[in-house]
């Protein structure tokens, strides 16, 4: 098990430029999500890391060591692929098997690994399986256990859940999550899902046009998302635009129409006056019935979401976000008005 350094790597596919001069170090047993849409660099990272393509500037250390120059196979790196890639006509001892037959491994130990290594994942007793005769779940621990069964100094994760039924994905989650704790293994997972990323790891990376939009713990990421885009990727909150009005009572409110009362409990950073965007959890909105006919904002619609409902309403310029519980929820039905406001210190400012 290593660290990971990477420092000012760039990427070039002929002329579109990937990677961006990202820079990040992960700890050694840390658990890094890539996060971002399609495109923005996450699995370019990832295959740079792994030695698949090759940065055309910038240094990717393991453990202090720069391998940029090094074969895939000499990184000495687990990787777990969303499709599997396992062998059709091997069975699942077999593919577990296979990284140490390429390193030599001498046949007692190699058998003596990959019995260990299969008894991690709970497969011991399919061993001789394969493939086709395994679920995806199943098919799934295989790879992982043909990943980990080499010892990688860090273990790189490509959307390694992506074909599993949501049921099957979530206890995947919560069971990969617990042997790379177990094993103290670096890692570095790749997703499109938001939950999944804040579900599992310790810090995530959100990336967007091969550069880093944001680096931090999950609960960061999810109540102080640091621009807007982010805050829209990650989709938690309101990000609410608005003039700035002199401070009282220890904040400065943020003008956003009749019916909205927000205010900045923090603002040195901003602007003596002017326009400034901040953000506010959709949990920390707090509706009232508005007093009057036409007054306030207007309910545009409900989504039940289970422990909460989701209520829309429209503002001067947009649609704001509020949770509530569904005894709540009955108060504000799809056309009815409502003011909102929300604690000072909820309110977060943010970049443009």
Request: with cysteine; glycine share 10%; hydrophobic share 45%.
């Amino acid at each position: 098990m290593s660290s990971l350094d990477i420092e000012d790597v760039h990427l070039w596919y002929g002329q579109f430029h990937a990677l961006r001069g990202v820079s990040l170090s992960i700890g050694q047993g840390d658990f890094l999500a890539l996060l971002g849409p399609s495109g923005c660099g996450k699995t370019s990272l990832l295959r740079s890391v792994a030695g698949f393509v090759h940065p055309q500037k910038g240094s990717i250390r393991v453990g202090g060591q720069d391998v940029v120059r090094l074969k895939p196979r000499e990184r000495n790196l687990g990787m777990v692929f969303q499709h599997y890639a396992l062998f059709p006509h091997m069975s699942a001892a077999e593919n577990v098997a296979f990284g140490l037959k390429c390193r030599n491994v001498e046949k007692a130990e190699a058998e003596e690994r990959v019995a260990r290594a299969l008894d991690m994942v709970g497969l011991s007793h399919l061993a001789d399986r394969k493939p086709r005769q395994l679920s995806g779940g199943q098919q799934q621990r295989v790879a992982l256990a043909r990943a980990l069964v080499i010892e990688p100094n860090v273990l790189l994760l490509d959307e390694p859940l992506g074909a599993l039924d949501k049921k099957l994905r979530v206890q995947m989650q919560s069971e990969l999550k617990q042997l790379q704790r177990k094993l103290g293994v670096t890692a570095v997972f790749v997703t499109h899902d938001q939950e999944e990323a804040m579900a599992m790891a310790d810090e995530i990376l959100i990336m967007r046009d091969g550069v880093i939009e944001q680096i931090g713990r999950p609960k960061e990421i999810f109540t102080a998302p640091r621009t807007s885009w982010a805050a829209e990727f990650v989709g938690s909150g309101n990000v609410l635009k608005g003039r700035l009005g002199p401070a009282a009572d220890g904040a400065r409110p943020i003008d956003l129409g009749p019916g909205c009362a927000f205010a900045l409990a923090e603002w040195a950073n901003l602007p003596a006056d002017g326009e400034a965007t901040a953000f506010v959890q959709a949990e920390a909105v707090k509706l009232a019935p508005a007093n009057g006919s036409g007054q306030g904002l207007e309910v545009v619609s409900q989504r039940y979401l289970g422990v909460y409902v989701e209520v829309q309403a429209q503002y001067r310029d947009g649609v704001l976000r509020a949770l509530v519980s569904p005894e709540e929820a009955e108060a504000f039905g799809v056309g009815s008005r409502v003011t909102a406001t929300a604690a000072p210190t909820c309110v977060r400012p943010m970049e443009g």
